[in-house]
């Protein structure tokens, strides 16, 4: 869409602005903000109080226990590890690559990074290096439900894995196409078992397989 409006805009052609939001951001702010009328000693007590309670608040919504003793990862669930990103700024690269350096250290496999945003451009070249390293990387959608306390306490706040598209536009005078060139969808069991939950009707069937599903176009 930027590549669309400043090849417009050099044309001297018509365009529309477009703005992008990121909702809930303030939301977390708030969660996690301090009393600036504080002595900064007693700020810096309050904000790692507030840390803490906000990384217990995301294991809990996770379904995750927490764990100590690690550099990067705050909790461990079904045999993976899990990494929580923080909570006022996306998940970097520097912080996946912390992460899956630490599992290749202590031998860990497994690990799961859940955060609210992530770096674009991060997907799905991390991934595959991790694979690489021999590390199954999960990176998960923290999702703004986990704020809602009755939510939490009814499991009903859903951690979808991250996925990715690659478009490519084409235009044509007025007429803009937009082409699909490549995409990503990551599964897991945990998702499929989200799936069939919703399908109480039984009207409907979803098959999906346990994995990674990829496509690329041919041209």
Do not use: W
Request: with cysteine; hydrophobic share 35%; aromatic share 8%.
């Amino acid at each position: 869409m930027i590549s669309v409006q400043r090849e417009r805009r050099e044309k001297g052609e018509p365009y529309r602005a477009f703005e992008i939001l990121n909702l809930g951001k303030y939301e977390r702010q708030h969660y996690i903000g301090v009393n600036p009328n504080l002595r900064q000693e007693e700020q810096q007590k309050q904000l790692k109080a507030r840390e803490k309670e906000f990384l217990g608040l995301i294991l809990r919504a996770y379904k995750a226990q927490e764990a100590t003793g690690f550099r990067t990862y705050h909790g461990t669930k079904a045999g993976r590890m899990v990494a929580v990103g923080p909570v006022n700024m996306p998940v970097s690269r520097l912080f996946v690559e912390e992460v899956i350096a630490e599992c290749v250290e202590k031998h860990i496999t497994k690990v799961d990074i859940l955060g609210f945003e992530f770096e674009m451009g991060l997907f799905p070249n991390i991934q595959e290096e991790a694979k690489g390293r021999g590390v199954d990387l999960a990176l998960k959608y923290i999702p703004p439900d986990v704020f809602d306390k009755r939510a939490v306490e009814k499991d009903q706040v859903v951690f979808h894995d991250v996925a990715y598209i690659e478009v490519k536009p084409h235009v044509k005078g007025k007429k803009l196409t937009v082409e699909l060139t490549d995409f990503s969808v990551f599964y897991t069991q945990e998702t499929v078992d989200n799936v069939a939950a919703q399908l109480k009707d039984g009207k409907s069937k979803v098959t999906v397989e346990q994995g990674q599903t990829r496509k690329r176009s041919s041209g």
